[in-house]
């Protein structure tokens, strides 16, 4: 029977849409190399105000099933629980094209599908109240993922959550989030490309897994700024970018600024890159990579103002092997409560230091080790500039070994490179004296002005 468009203003299960796919776009769906076909929509939108779900759901269902893009004008749909089946895509009018949550727990969700386009769309969680670690849009298993050019807003739990997913976000544009933008759990193979993510109340991106194995995310590109760490915590929260657990996770190109903890903060990652990225005014530790690591290349990288630049540590947990090479680190700082911070580079065990410039550290340019956590660290090559120590080293009688060679040091305050007892110097400046007296120390071809 035809339905007229009093009918789709008035039925109490939210009318707005009727599909009225061409002959001509049926033609094209039956030609094997052909396009999907674009599905054209008589609609009446309800400016908010009258819920839309169930019909929605059914056009999406229809075209999914039918292999045409669900084209969605300007308008703001008044919608939640919406299922997204394998094959669906959807297109808006991008910033003109809302989907506002109404009564539900989410806007959309893809569970178990293949296939899940959504472009153009603006999603609108109104500071609804969500269930605990809700998102707005969410995916389940999912396959062939694709995000793109959408904006997500206004949550009261989570931007997007993914799990056991494989696909794209890029070009999206999320914020006002009380908890985290993304979220991504076992991904399957998934980029993070291109998005721009502020105004957090906990994290930005999470990469996490369940357990420790490869992951294999990308991250890249990406612009995020202001994010808090409103849930508390010494590190949990308030982060740039997240990875836990996750290997071969590779953090490229970002710019990230204004974020409570870190930047990129790597907690039991597995041959992770963090490489070219911009950094600044951050409130602890600018890139931590800490607890069981294993492996991480930490390149090119350009930090400015945080408390400490580059922190590679928790040999105690099991945490080693890195490269921490050609990064440009400066305007550090203690922080508040004097606890930690002032600290350009600080490495415990199997890494190789290299080719950095460190400017204004009040405490040390490199830090290395931390009474006898320390084991087969090389700091060699580095330009370090107007700090209170070039370099510590820790001598404990129980410390392993530490190559110091070929670096510059200008305007240090109290050595260019000092011995340590835990907090403590001791003995004289190795650049100008020989380190003879430490058993565990080779110093020598360095400069200190």
Request: with cysteine; glycine share 14%.
């Amino acid at each position: 029977m035809p339905i007229d468009r009093r009918d789709l203003m008035l039925g109490s299960f939210g009318a707005g849409l009727a599909l009225s796919a061409g002959a001509g776009s049926a033609r094209a769906a039956d030609t094997a190399d052909a396009a999907p076909a674009q599905s054209s929509f008589d609609i009446v939108p309800a400016g908010g105000e009258l819920d839309q779900s169930a019909t929605l759901q059914i056009a999406i269902q229809n075209a999914a099933s039918s292999g045409t893009v669900l084209m969605l004008p300007a308008g703001t749909y008044a919608v939640g629980g919406l299922d997204l089946p394998s094959g669906v895509a959807i297109r808006g009018v991008p910033g003109r094209t809302v989907l506002k949550l109404s009564n539900a727990d989410f806007i959309v969700k893809a569970d178990g599908a293949d296939g899940v386009s959504l472009e153009g769309l603006i999603l609108d969680g109104g500071d609804q109240p969500l269930p605990e670690d809700a998102a707005l849009l969410q995916a389940n298993q999912t396959r062939h993922l694709e995000i793109a050019n959408c904006r997500i807003f206004n949550s009261s739990e989570n931007g997007v959550a993914l799990q056991g997913c494989a696909g794209r976000v890029t070009y999206c544009e999320i914020g006002k989030i009380a908890k985290t933008a993304l979220f991504s759990n076992d991904a399957t193979g998934l980029e993070i490309a291109h998005n721009t993510i502020r105004d957090c109340g906990d994290n930005g991106i999470q990469v996490w897994r369940s357990e420790p194995g490869d992951d294999g995310t990308l991250v890249h590109a990406n612009r995020i700024q202001r994010i808090e760490a409103k849930s508390g915590g010494s590190g949990q929260y308030g982060n740039g970018i997240n990875v836990f657990r996750a290997g071969a996770v590779v953090v490229s190109n970002n710019r990230i600024a204004d974020c409570a903890y870190s930047a990129v903060r790597d907690n039991s990652g597995r041959n992770c890159q963090i490489v070219g990225n911009s950094c600044s005014r951050l409130g602890e530790t600018a890139i931590f990579v800490e607890f069981s690591f294993d492996g991480a290349v930490i390149a090119n990288n350009v930090i400015d103002t945080a408390a400490t630049g580059i922190s590679v540590t928790n040999f105690n947990e099991g945490g080693h092997l890195a490269t921490v090479q050609g990064n440009l680190i400066r305007n550090l700082f203690f922080r508040k409560d004097k606890s930690s911070g002032g600290i350009g580079i600080a490495a415990e065990a199997d890494c190789a230091i290299s080719g950095n410039v460190i400017e204004r550290a009040p405490g040390y340019g490199l830090f290395l080790g931390w009474y006898k956590y320390l084991r087969d660290i090389s700091a060699t090559g580095n330009l370090i500039r107007n700090c209170h120590i070039g370099i510590g080293v820790s001598a404990d009688g129980e410390a392993g070994f530490a190559l110091i060679t070929d670096n510059m040091i200008s305007g240090a305050k109290d050595g260019a490179i000092r011995a340590m007892n835990g907090p403590k110097p001791v003995g004289p400046d190795l650049a100008e004296s020989s380190a003879e007296a430490f058993r565990n120390l080779a110093v020598y071809s360095n400069v200190g002005i």
